[in-house]
């Protein structure tokens, strides 16, 4: 049996994982065979998914629900701990966004800062169409925002950590203060009702992976600073994978609800055009 996982860098669990080399020869010694689909848009993972490109994504929550949105059939596999601080809405002192009405806003349309968007907006009164978005992130966001050509950034670390060691940049609201932010990892649902038996055994590697970053954070730090943005140091990624808790639970009602309610969320803004009621095969889950 031959199948693929995904990588790109906003998930670090399978970045790392990917780069590691370890997962490869683990699935040899079950006579199947493991690829890798590298990628630089999560927000994409579901066309990928759906043209049987990848078999497995781990992706921020707001991609599983465009995916669904779209017609598409996925079974959740597995999550995150919750991200709580990896995320802020950032302003220079002198703007308080004391509104969001017409302000231009950095952030990455189609990954998780569109729920924590929506959330904003909620409590602001105003829809999507009410704010420009701008698909802005590192050194160009950092310009933008320095620059006043963007009123407010959705910033991720490890730029978020650097952006606030500058005097006059300010964290109006965090992630973890407006929703449930996890990385979540998901599949076709084709895909898991064939091969229920690999994709408990993704879960296990997954969360095998994740312990490993957390006992030696220094080396996957080493990892991450080799093979992405060179001007992010490794005791930048040292921090943000200290930062945030590891660890990988299997799929679960309790994470079909929060997803129901960031669908929700996003329709109630305009996110999405339609409502959704989302369906999941609770059945294929992998035991926990």
Known sequence: MKFRLGSHPNNLSLFILRHRGVIEPAARERGWQLEWFDYTQGARSGEWLADEQVDVVGTGSTPPIAAQAAGQEISYLASSPPR????????VQSNDISSLRDKRLAGMPGSFTDHFLA???QKHNLRRADITLLDLQGQDALDALLNGDIDGWLAIDPWLTRALKIAGVVARSAVGDEIINRSLFWTRAAWQQRYPEA????VEQLRANDAWIEQHPIAAAQ???DKLNASIL????????RGRL???TPASDALLAEQQQQADDLFAVGFIPTALSLNARRDAWPAG
């Open 84 to 91: 709580d601080n990896n995320c802020a809405l950032l302003t």
């Open 119 to 121: 959330r904003l907006l």
């Open 199 to 202: 994709a408990a055994w993704v």
């Open 223 to 225: 990892i991450l600073a």
């Open 234 to 241: 490794p005791d930048e990624w040292l921090k943000t994978l």
């Open 246 to 248: 590891w660890g990988i």
